[in-house]
């Protein structure tokens, strides 16, 4: 029996929408089934008060059209969620996309089918819909995970993750918040309403380097210029190793004399965006030497902004070089903490005991809330795959597949299960760089293989093992070169709330998106090698 659809996408975030534009060129029966109430993703969920884009807006918006490109007008260098979310949904509208989305629409369990070469998609609304191909498009961090602490369901004022920050205004004026965690997310949060509750408790486990943001609006005429250099904007970032308008400095920190290697990096702590961290010298991410240098740079701008010496100090990570984690960046982020409502409680010094009703209890004293808000992270790019049941072939789950080390082909495809295409999976190009434009190439990709099977007359595709196992010792060999791969973060798929995730696991792809995109291309190039089609 022939599937009901060709292509089901799960996702409609910005790799789900690109994917639903693309394979309608191809004239197939396309739907994408998306858990939200409307099209966004990670920027339809994540609704705090402060969440903005670390990229510049304009090296974020989809390439692809030129209309699309002449008639957006970004207001900020670095826009705001409402404004991204806005222009999500105003290209699902321009393209007419909505008409093939199925919003609302949690998928619980997909399951392959050998002999009719289908997949069977189950949806928690207990519908049940065929496809020959299935995409994922589900995000990188779409998988909130909450702390493992006795007694958040005790709490009797409003709390919640940020990811599932409520769609209707929640008033934090005059109210004494908590917030548990400090990476990007709760660095944007902190520094956007430390100036707005009556009081603000944040409990740190381990601070991050974060580092000035920088953000400005965007004149009409900035934008006008803008606009005439997209071509040249998105060459750039195609030849950067992060996708962005940032690349590394080639020269050595050492080779640079002492005088002339502190000028550049003034210049760059007072630079817009990831400029700090990807366009600083190449070896500040490589090599431990030069990384302490750097690191100790950014310490004492730590110490030059933090009134109390005992505060900046446990602002301070002293576990992990500048640049090993994701580096938060923030618009006056230190500065909250020379505010007399401010307080910085260290959980290593005084670690929570529990939630209570009434608040959050250390091994000192109870702290009293109105609101407590929880930026502890995601169980990053593996998660999302988790909450579903994927049933391959011979009944293999990927689930358990993928529970000590994500294994994929090229970040595309698992061996087992077939007709699979894991788009912004695990130990892909598209979720180590600046996602739209790894996305759009991932994307390009998979919908030229689609094509390409059925001109050949082919309904089902499968890497092999060996091809698998290339892939994966190259993507570990891609993390043995920086620092990175020895700090505990997402990136190396560590999190302390998940059974069986607090060790270093090769989530991502680091050999840079120009380096990824020759293995794409190669591999198409030799008729898809790695693939056995049939
Ligand atoms: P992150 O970067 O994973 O940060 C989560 C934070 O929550 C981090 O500071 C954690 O401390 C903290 N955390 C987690 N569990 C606990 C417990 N049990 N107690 C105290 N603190 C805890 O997630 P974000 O949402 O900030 O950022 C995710 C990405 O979104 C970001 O990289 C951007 O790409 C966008 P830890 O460091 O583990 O000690």
Same mark, same amino acid.
């Given at each position: 029996m022939e599937p009901a659809y060709d292509v089901i996408i799960i996702g409609a975030g910005v790799c789900g929408i690109y994917q639903l534009y693309r394979l309608r060129g191809l004239n197939l029966n396309v739907t994408v089934l998306e858990a939200g109430s409307g099209p966004g993703g990670t920027w339809y969920w994540n609704r705090y008060p402060g969440c903005r884009f670390d990229s510049e807006s304009w090296s974020y918006g989809y390439s692809f059209s030129p209309e699309l490109l002449e008639e957006w007008d970004w207001s900020e260098h670095f826009a705001g969620q409402p404004e991204t979310l806005r222009y999500l949904e105003h290209v699902v509208d321009k393209f007419d996309l909505a008409r093939d989305m199925q919003f609302n629409t949690k998928v619980e369990r997909c399951t392959w089918d050998e002999d009719s070469r289908t997949w069977t998609v189950e949806t928690a609304d207990g519908r049940s819909l065929t496809c020959r191909f299935l995409m994922t498009a589900i995000g990188l961090l779409s998988a909130p995970t909450m702390p493992l602490l006795e007694g958040t369901e005790d709490f009797q004022g409003p709390s919640f993750h940020t990811y599932y920050w409520p769609h209707e205004p929640v008033e934090l004026g005059g109210k004494r918040v908590g917030i548990i965690g400090t990476g990007a997310t709760g660095v944007q949060l902190i520094a956007e309403i430390a100036d707005k509750v009556a009081e603000l408790k944040v409990f740190q486990r381990r601070p991050n380097w974060c580092a000035p943001l920088h953000n400005s609006k965007i004149t009409p005429e900035e934008m006008a210029d803008i606009r005439s250099r997209y071509d040249e904007i998105f060459a750039r970032c195609a030849e950067t190793p992060g996708g962005f308008i940032h690349g590394p400095d080639r020269r050595k920190m050492a080779d640079v004399p002492e005088e002339e290697r502190y000028a550049f990096w003034e210049k760059l702590y007072a630079s817009p965006g990831f400029g700090i961290w990807l366009g600083n010298f190449r070896d500040v991410l490589m090599d431990s030497e030069a990384n302490a240098e750097f690191t100790e740079f950014v310490a004492n701008k730590i110490r030059e902004r933090v009134n109390d010496p005992v505060t900046a100090e446990k602002l301070i990570p002293t576990d992990h070089g500048f640049g090993t984690r994701r580096v938060p960046m923030e618009t006056r982020y230190y500065e909250a903490?020379?505010?007399?409502n401010v307080q910085l409680i260290d959980v290593n010094d005084t670690p929570i005991e529990r939630i209570t009703a009434k608040g959050v209890k250390t091994s000192d004293q109870e702290y009293e809330l109105d609101v407590i808000i929880y930026a502890t992270g995601f169980d990053a790019i593996t998660g999302a795959f988790d909450r579903i049941d994927f049933i391959g072939r011979d009944g293999r789950k990927l689930r358990d597949k993928w529970s000590d080390n994500p294994i994929t082909y090229l970040g595309v495809q698992a061996e =087992?299960?077939?007709?699979l295409v894991t788009l912004a999976?695990?130990?892909?190009?598209?979720?180590?760089?600046?996602f739209p434009r790894g996305i759009e190439v991932g994307v390009d990709w998979a919908t030229e293989l689609v094509q390409w099977m059925l001109e050949h007359g082919y309904s089902r595709i499968e890497p092999t093992a060996e091809a698998e196992e290339e892939w994966s010792d190259h993507v570990a060999d891609m993390y043995s070169m920086l620092l990175m791969r020895n700090a505990k973060s997402w990136f190396t798929g560590y999190n302390s709330n998940v059974a069986g995730k607090d060790k270093t696991r090769f989530?991502?792809?680091? =050999?840079g998106a120009p380096r990824y995109r020759r293995w794409l291309d190669e591999c198409a190039a030799e008729g898809y090698k790695g693939f056995v089609f049939g």
């Open positions: 903490y020379n505010r007399d =087992g299960f077939p007709n999976g695990p130990t892909g190009g598209s979720v180590s760089t600046n989530l991502i792809y680091n =050999g």
